[in-house]
């Protein structure tokens, strides 16, 4: 059975982050500290929100921000170095906010976003490179479709050190094949 967009929509707004949100952006992202590291450094700054926003403004990035009906941070995802022509592709990140750690929003939100990749976006592929002691984002890269494809030793410098990566893909067909395009 298909996924049911409106459904999902109705309890998860999707929308790219703006100046406003700065101070409950850095606040969420001080609060959830102890869930990303250290597999991440979220930006916990004025100046690093700063810089993420700037980032996110140039045509082949984009950020969203996963919200509640109270308009509080879910999570985040970031669709980074998107290249179209014969390539269709980009790599994914994504983080959530420990408020609310472990209760499938943020597969929900992931269902929204892949979504947008697909449709809006025009990607052919989405790939995710997690670090293998990082099971939660395992759980959610996998239970959502996607594939292990390969192992990367000292792929990402994350906090100053190299870190081995898992390389996760989701293409087109595979996300239609598995029913994961939602119901309209």
């Not at 993420?52 to 921000?65: D, G, T, V």
Request: negative net charge.
């Amino acid at each position: 059975m298909a996924i049911n967009l409106k459904e999902l929509s109705s309890s998860i707004l999707i929308r790219e982050p703006t100046l406003n949100d700065e101070e409950h952006f850095v606040a969420t992202m001080v609060r959830s500290q102890p869930l990303h590291h250290p597999y991440l450094k979220a930006p916990s700054t004025s100046q690093e929100f700063q810089d993420y926003y700037l980032k996110y403004q140039q045509a082949n990035n984009k950020s969203y921000l996963a919200l509640n009906n109270d308009h509080q941070i879910i999570g985040v995802f970031n669709i980074n170095d998107m290249v179209h022509g014969v390539f269709q592709s980009a790599y994914m990140g994504y983080f959530a906010s420990i408020d609310f750690a472990g209760q499938g929003l943020m597969s929900k939100a992931l269902k929204l976003i892949l979504h947008r990749v697909f449709t809006q976006l025009n990607l052919h592929r989405i790939e995710a490179n997690i670090q293998p002691t990082n099971k939660a984002s395992i759980y959610l890269a996998t239970k959502n479709g996607f594939q292990e494809e390969g192992y990367s030793p000292r792929y990402l410098k994350i906090n100053d050190i190299w870190c081995d990566h898992i390389r996760f893909a989701l293409t087109y067909e595979d996300w239609i094949a598995l029913k994961l395009i939602p119901e309209l």
